[in-house]
């Protein structure tokens, strides 16, 4: 096996004999044979008009291969045999050779990886869009046109040409799932959600599939079963049309990484609707249930319901038999905070636009920072905690992701009756904060670039890829990155990404402060 998707892999260089995410060499491989596959229908399809059932196999198989959501080798297999069969219906056409993937021109393998990764982070929000009845043909169709280049050569230009395209598509199709949520829920309002964890049966829902937790909370409706968020599912509360269900109670836990020790012995069932699944330990493993294209081995699996309905029964059944707590448990997010407010989208953020522009004429908020992305394992991640400490009094933060849990539940005071700290949702969010850069940068007149704002970002998965090179692709610059700089850049492509781009691995947030604020 050979894998550098993550943040996390094996000496910050590849894991060749087990993935530090828990991932095994034949799951990998056959992760590897199905982007080969995908190559080939990819190929099989050119010119041809693709069916519904293409177009999801392509979303779900790059979505499987994404950081912690699949480790189960059969359901691998299952998609790689659906593609095949699909590929036939257009006559056939070579798969890319998938020993090869990873090897060649280090340069190249670099730039190549960079698009692969983009879009399997991309497959995830068009499959989120999907569910919900929204498809962009330009989206769909550009996992084609991104695939079948995957299996051609290209100059560095011309794949530096393919990222900043891709990264445009994914600003698309950001907004398509920012339309799709929207549309389905109505717009997030500022909503604190307690970390406190009532007694009685409940069920925790993890991941970011919205619908999946609608389904849920429709099914567990006057049954006695309280509902929690966890991890990227936070946002939820924020959203009109799931805070109006009173058992959406509050939210259990902190980012995933942490889901091996807060879920030991937890007298609730957990649904994974996406990543970031962790191999479950036996003292929780007959609680932790899985759905959409979440797997592991011998874990229960929601399928996929007649007219997109799902039967969460299994789960509810669950819940029921493992009564949850006895009495209420005053659980507290890392900082000892009971509260974590969300809802702090862009229809919320730019409905006081004035206020906020006031108080940057005024000189009240000096600085926006965006502190956010994903959450991960490194102790180097207290970077952010401190960061966000440190800043002063007279500057705001933006957050998504669930990186926030590292600062979600302090309070840090408001400004001009905003708190300081506001919670945009998910990762795909990072979409809400364009719309408010772009929009300051209107109100200011003036390029996003010039303005009080400083991107501070953490990656971990292939979902930060995307979101990072949809940044780079509407030139934003000076972005702060870390906690380490991804394995898959050579440092070819890493030199032209700090040239261009200003793209700056973090330090220490006191230097970084400094240089930001200076
Ligand atoms: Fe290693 Fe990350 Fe790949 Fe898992 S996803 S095998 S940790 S690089
Ligand atoms: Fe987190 Fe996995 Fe990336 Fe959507 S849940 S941000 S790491």
């Known amino acids: 096996m050979f894998c550098f998707q993550c943040e996390q892999t094996v000496g910050g260089k590849g894991c060749t004999k087990v993935g530090a995410c828990g991932k095994n060499a034949v799951v990998s491989n056959k992760q590897d044979e199905l982007t080969a596959a995908t190559i080939g229908l990819a190929r099989a399809v050119d010119g041809k008009t693709p069916s519904k059932n293409a177009d999801e196999l392509m979303m779900k198989s790059l979505f499987t291969e994404v950081t912690n959501v699949n480790f189960d080798e059969n359901r691998v297999e299952e998609l790689i045999v659906e593609v095949e069969a699909e590929k036939a ?68 230009e011309e794949w530096l040409g393919l990222l900043m395209e891709f990264g445009m598509v994914n600003l698309k199709c950001m907004g398509l799932l920012d339309e799709a949520n929207t549309g389905a829920y109505g717009h997030p309002v500022p909503t604190p959600v307690t970390t406190k964890i009532e007694s009685g049966p409940f069920i925790v829902v993890t991941g970011h599939d919205l619908l999946d937790l609608k389904q849920l909370l429709d099914q567990t409706e006057g049954k006695g079963i309280n509902i929690y968020t966890h991890g990227e599912m936070l946002p939820a509360h924020g959203y009109p049309e799931l805070k109006k269900y009173a058992h959406l109670k509050g939210n259990f836990g902190t980012a995933w990484q942490n889901q091996q020790k807060e879920f030991e012995n937890i007298p609730g069932p957990v649904l994974f609707t996406t990543n970031c699944l962790m191999p479950p330990k036996n003292n929780y493993k007959d609680r932790i249930f899985t759905t959409a294209v979440v797997a592991y081995p011998e874990l229960v699996h929601i399928p996929d319901g007649e007219s997109g309905v799902k039967d969460f029964s299994p789960v509810i059944d669950k819940a029921l038999e493992l009564g949850g707590f006895s009495e209420i448990q005053n659980l507290t997010g890392i ?40 959450d991960g394992a490194k102790p180097g991640r207290n ?110 492509v890493l030199n032209v990404l700090v040239e261009k781009f200003d793209l700056t691995p973090i330090s220490t947030p006191e230097a970084d402060l400094a240089a930001i604020l200076g």
């Open 89 to 156: 219906l257009y006559g056939g056409a070579e798969n890319y050779p998938w020993t090869e993937l990873w090897t060649g021109n280090e340069d190249i393998v670099s730039l190549r990886s960079t698009l692969l990764l983009g879009l399997r982070g991309m497959a995830a929000y068009a499959y989120h869009a999907h569910v919900l009845g929204k498809d962009d043909p330009e989206v769909t169709s550009w996992f084609y046109k991104g695939m079948k280049a995957l299996g051609e050569e290209h100059s560095v």
């Open 383 to 492: 970077y952010y905690t401190e960061f966000v400490e440190q800043t002063p009094k007279d500057t705001v933060i933006l957050t998504l992701a669930c990186g926030k849990f590292r600062f979600n539940d302090m309070n840090i005071g408001e400004i001009g009756g905003l708190p300081r700290i506001m919670d945009m949702g998910q990762c795909n969010d990072a979409y809400s904060a364009i719309q408010v850069a772009v929009a300051l940068s209107q109100a200011f007149e003036c390029e996003v670039n010039e303005l009080p704002l400083t991107l501070v970002l953490s990656w971990y998965e292939q979902k930060a890829v995307c979101i990072l090179l949809t940044l780079l692709a509407l030139g934003i610059k000076n972005i702060y990155i870390g906690p380490t700089l991804p394995a898959f850049f050579s440092p070819t």
């Open 335 to 374: 900082n000892g905070g009971d509260t974590m407010t969300t809802g702090f989208a862009r229809n919320t953020v730019l409905g006081v636009a004035d206020t906020v522009i006031d108080a940057v004429k005024s000189g009240a908020i000096k600085h926006f920072f965006l502190v956010g992305g994903c």
